[in-house]
């Protein structure tokens, strides 16, 4: 299984942006969708995350601030994300675990490669 994200750049502080990951491979069924973060020096953090049955956590940080839906049929996942800061900088990476169908069925868990922006001051 596959994912891509779209996405990144530069954006000034109060803008907005938004993210996009689709999934891609023998998928017979997906479970949770999440966006992992990690800034330099620092541990990768849960953003947001949402499961198959649409509920949703976030991240205190983010919260109010940042909006993650999915399309199943899509098999993407997106992240809305306004009134950003400098703090929101980092290098943002999808993640997406279920089933996956070749000849049988197996769990998997697969992450994107990863996109980057920056929120300048």
């Known amino acids: 299984v596959q994912l891509q994200a779209f996405g990144g750049g530069v954006v000034q502080a109060g803008g907005s942006l938004r993210l996009s990951c689709a999934a891609t491979g023998n998928i017979r069924s997906i479970n949770r969708m999440g966006w992992y973060r990690q800034s330099p020096g620092k541990q990768r953090e849960l953003v947001a995350i949402?499961?198959?049955?649409?509920?949703?956590d976030y991240a205190d940080s983010v919260k109010d601030r940042f909006t993650i839906s999915r399309d199943n049929a899509k098999k993407t996942v997106d992240l809305q994300m306004n009134s950003l800061s400098p703090e929101d900088t980092a290098v943002y990476y999808c993640?997406?675990?279920?089933?996956?169908?070749?000849?049988?069925?197996?769990?998997?868990?697969?992450w994107g490669q990863g996109t980057e922006f920056t929120v300048s001051s």
């Open positions: 949402i499961t198959s049955g649409g509920s949703t």
């Open positions: 993640n997406v675990d279920g089933l996956r169908a070749n000849g049988y069925l197996m769990p998997f868990n697969s």
